[in-house]
């Protein structure tokens, strides 16, 4: 009898505690809201002002990268339109006393196919420029319209396959809705074989890729600016364009999903979750990936700032045109004659080269 009120008082301080933990949470819910809603704003807009560029032609990028870029931004953008609305909705409608359903399943499948999407994505980018780099007289052959599209169908298509278990209750593995990260999150130690699985086709693949392709175009580019330096002698000091490309791609790309795996990981071989905080911010940490690309691969290069600018006049003069003059904006004849020049130039740069690879990382004697 003793021991039966043991257990009933041991019961009832677990309870008590979690109750109390996740009355903590939710304290915390309006301010976790509010930074969901300002990181899914600017990922929407950088993505919307990437794709008002990359949609025409820009200086210097040839036809494949702009379909890799293209497929890159419809995967950031799906963080901002898809999995941020979603995930709210879900934090909003929910009674945290239920446990998992089938609309938190289904949920869960977005998150994991966007976040798969967009790993995969960014590996082909990867290739791309390797190609481009290495294979500069084979790149329109081996990267033809029809082979780059089968790569971006690939990056899509793939990660939906692998996860097709998830949006279907009592499968191979459970979904719970996360008051700590807002998020309907997988139950990682409930299939250890699945997760780990999953981790080892997308995330290891993908950063092994990125890290060999990167890292192999650095390594040329460094040497050519050696042997532009000792050619053209200190009169003319090269700017370290690889690094600066490169570095921050892949530092963005290890800082945003690294804790999110390593958490993964913990989660499914000890079968514990991170304090509160940490875990809002492993997972929603690769979402801000999203907005960092667009500054890594597009606002870095100045052919897409140049495009950018035109647009933005081409859009004053047409919305407001007595403001667009006392801002000194170019009239139309001028930004048409303007944006005739970089198109025409299109046909020169829009050689077997790479957004950031041979026309931007290698310099040019």
């Not at 490169?246 to 990981?265: G, H, K, S």
Request: glycine share 4%; with cysteine; proline share 4%.
């Amino acid at each position: 009898m003793f021991t039966t009120l043991n257990i009933s008082k041991s019961d009832d301080y677990n309870l008590s505690i979690a109750d109390s933990q996740r009355l903590l949470e939710l304290t915390h819910r309006s301010v976790k809201v509010s930074i969901i809603v300002v990181l899914g704003v600017m990922i929407t807009l950088g993505n919307i002002a990437v794709l008002l560029v990359i949609t025409s032609s820009v200086a210097g990028w040839s036809r494949s990268s702009r379909y890799f870029l293209l497929s890159l931004t419809a995967a950031d953008s799906a963080f901002g339109l898809l999995v941020m609305p979603l995930n709210l909705w879900v934090s909003l409608i929910k009674d945290y006393s239920e446990g998992p359903d089938a609309l938190c399943h289904v949920v869960a499948f977005c998150n994991a196919t966007v976040y798969s999407t967009c790993m995969y994505t960014l590996a082909s980018i990867s290739l791309e420029r390797y190609i481009a780099v290495f294979y500069p007289l084979k790149y329109s052959s081996l990267l033809t319209r029809r082979n780059t599209l089968l790569l971006i169908a690939l990056a899509w298509c793939v990660p939906p396959c692998l996860l097709s278990p998830i949006p279907f209750p009592g499968a191979i593995i459970e979904v719970h809705f996360s008051t700590a990260s807002l998020v309907c999150n997988l139950s990682y130690s409930t299939n250890v074989g699945y997760s780990l699985s999953m981790t080892c086709l997308i995330f290891f693949p993908c950063s092994i890729i990125m890290t060999y392709a990167n890292l192999r175009v650095w390594r040329a580019a460094k040497r050519q600016r050696l042997k532009l330096r000792k050619y053209c002698g200190a009169r003319r000091r090269r700017h370290d364009v690889a690094s600066r490309v490169l570095v921050p791609v892949m530092a963005a790309y290890y800082t945003c999903w690294t804790p999110c795996v390593a958490a993964l990981i913990y989660n499914a071989l000890s079968g514990n979750s991170v304090p509160e905080w940490i875990e809002f911010v492993v997972v929603w940490l690769p979402t801000s990936n999203g907005f960092l690309n667009c500054i890594f691969y597009f606002w870095i290069n100045r052919s897409f700032r140049r495009k950018f600018h035109l647009i933005l006049q081409r859009l004053a003069l047409s919305f407001c045109p007595k403001l667009a003059k006392t801002l000194g904006c170019c009239t139309t004849s001028r930004t048409q004659t303007v944006s005739g020049i970089l198109d025409n130039n299109n046909s020169v740069h829009e050689r077997s080269s790479s957004v950031s690879s041979t026309c931007t990382l290698l310099s040019l004697a």
